[in-house]
């Protein structure tokens, strides 16, 4: 079956722009992670979805970032004001729900590059 | 706090030998789970194995095998018999106890460069 699929693969933008990234997951997965993952960081974990529950947003780095899944699908992570340190992979992932006793692994997507200019 | 450390950072090895990639992990949870994943050139992360903190056992698949130990707390992945298409950054990863959000803290990686 199709697998989670982000877009766009690249975004090249200036300092100061927002900019938003879109994450499809597969397709019964109700749990949705964006991670980001930069040369100097490795993979960092920013924020989690779960069904209707409010999303763990330990993870992003300012308040500049922010994120929504629409319809329990389609998430969309907003970088606002975007600087130099923004640019990186990032990445989305989903996974089946999690159960009592059980934790599933996770589907990453492609990623999208982001370059900060 | 929790941790995962992948102290080998570039692995290289000629073809048909066996590697062993290192993963050390630090946890204040009595459950836990551990994951590899593998990162080709083409950049998606791709998942290999998960291990939940009560099974001990190790797992073989094909060429790939993972020895999990407690008392160490290390969870070694082998390849035997490498090939060129074994070139890749592998991850390790722990989670959470499931009751929580299951987000994956990764290790550094592991390059490796399996040459023909």
Not at chain 2, 98 to 101: D, R
């Given at each position: 079956g199709a697998g989670v699929s982000q877009s766009p693969s690249n975004k090249v933008t200036e300092k100061g722009k927002d900019v938003e990234l879109r994450c499809d997951p597969i397709s019964g997965h109700t749990a949705l992670y964006w991670y980001r993952q930069s040369l100097g960081q490795g993979l960092e974990f920013l924020i989690y979805f779960q069904g209707n529950s409010a999303p763990?947003?330990?993870?992003?780095?300012?308040?500049?970032f922010s994120a929504e899944r629409t319809g329990g699908s389609v998430s969309t992570l907003t970088i606002q004001r975007?600087?130099?340190?923004?640019?990186a992979v990032y990445l989305c992932a989903s996974s089946q729900r999690l159960s009592s006793g059980s934790l599933y692994e996770q589907y990453f997507g492609p990623g999208t590059r982001l370059t900060v200019t | 706090a929790q941790k995962v450390t992948q102290a080998q950072t570039e692995i290289s090895v000629v073809e048909k030998e066996d590697v062993t990639l290192d993963c050390v992990y630090e946890t204040r949870d009595t459950t836990y789970y551990l994951f590899w994943y593998k990162q080709p050139p083409s950049g998606e992360l791709v998942f290999l194995i998960r291990r939940n903190s009560f099974d001990e056992q190790n797992e073989i698949s094909g060429r790939y095998s993972w020895n999990f130990q407690k008392s160490t707390s290390s969870f070694n992945f082998t390849i035997t018999?490498?090939?060129?298409?074994?070139?890749a950054v592998y991850f390790c990863a722990l989670s959470e106890a499931?009751?929580?959000?299951g987000k994956l803290i990764f290790g550094q990686g592991t390059t490796l460069q399996v040459k023909p």
């Open positions: 763990d947003k330990s993870g992003l780095p300012s308040d500049r975007t600087q130099q340190e923004d640019s | 018999a490498s090939q060129v298409v074994d070139s499931p009751v929580y959000t």
